[in-house]
């Protein structure tokens, strides 16, 4: 049961900006397959082939690794804790038990999150020490599959538009504007909706990513950040193996590949201080 209520999101806006994700993600997969790609392609060549396998590449990672945060159980209760309030530790009353550095209570999902990072709207789950490799992954391929779907949609878009005109200036920027002051047509309307909608998602998953990604080398989580808690870099080789595990350079390829994180999501290794054994549970 725990695992099917982490796969749904805890608050109505989680479950709009999942929802809409979703959906959106799968309209324009199916946009660029059944619309945009028989416009470059007349026929079924080796190009089209590459482009499909390209895509169904892109969304087996979006996917895979998006399962992967919703399913993995990144809250203190999946692991044994003291029973004494060891140093650096703190007690969390809501939880009423000992929580381990790094970890804080999130009051969306309503339990202590080991290495907390943060709580993503658009997944309806926290990221923390067991899914963060997975949500790096996320962003990536997220990232990628926009920049792909506004490269794939550049020529037909304008081409259905009219070109470059202030009409069809508006109708890109503002769609829903367009169509009801009737600037474009119903089909129109709908092209520009999607080609927007790329175009916003590269920019906000592609922010996300750097922002991220400097994150993870600097060995910091949001709230570290926020704080300037330094404690924990270890150097950026290091700090990416903290995130992505072991097998960090290959993480890329996919998923399911394996790539064991150092640690247990309790103790950290800091500047110049050796991870401490697990004693005095």
Known sequence: MGTIRRLFPKTRGDAAAFVFMVAMGHI???????????????????????????????????????????????TSGSVVLPSILKPEW????????????????CRTCDRCILKHEHHCVFTGNCVGFGNHRYYIMFLFYISVA????????????????????????????LPLVSWILGL??????????????SLVGF??????LGYHI??????QTTSEKSHRVTEYDL??????????GTNWALV????????????NGIYFQKKGRVVEDIKDM
């Open 146 to 173: 926009a920049l792909y779907a506004n490269i794939m949609n550049m020529d037909y878009t304008w081409e259905i538009l009219g070109g470059l005109t202030w009409k069809s200036a508006i109708t890109m920027a």
């Open 184 to 197: 474009a047509q119903t089909f129109t309307f709908t092209v520009a909706f999607i080609s927007a909608t």
């Open 28 to 74: 324009i997969l199916v946009f660029q397959i059944a619309v945009v790609l028989p416009t470059i392609y007349h026929e079924a060549t080796t190009g089209y082939y590459m482009h499909i396998l390209m895509l169904t590449f892109l969304y087996m990672n979006i996917a895979g690794n998006l399962l992967v945060i919703l399913s993995k159980d990144v």
């Open 252 to 263: 890329w390829i996919f998923p399911l590949f394996p790539s064991p994180l150092e640690g």
């Open 214 to 219: 400097l994150l993870m080398i600097s060995g």
């Open 203 to 208: 920019l906000l998953f592609a922010a996300l």
């Open 90 to 105: 703190h007690f969390c009353s809501v939880c009423e038990q000992n929580s381990p550095p790094r970890s804080r209570h």
């Open 235 to 244: 150097g950026w080789k290091a700090n990416i193996r903290q995130v992505l």
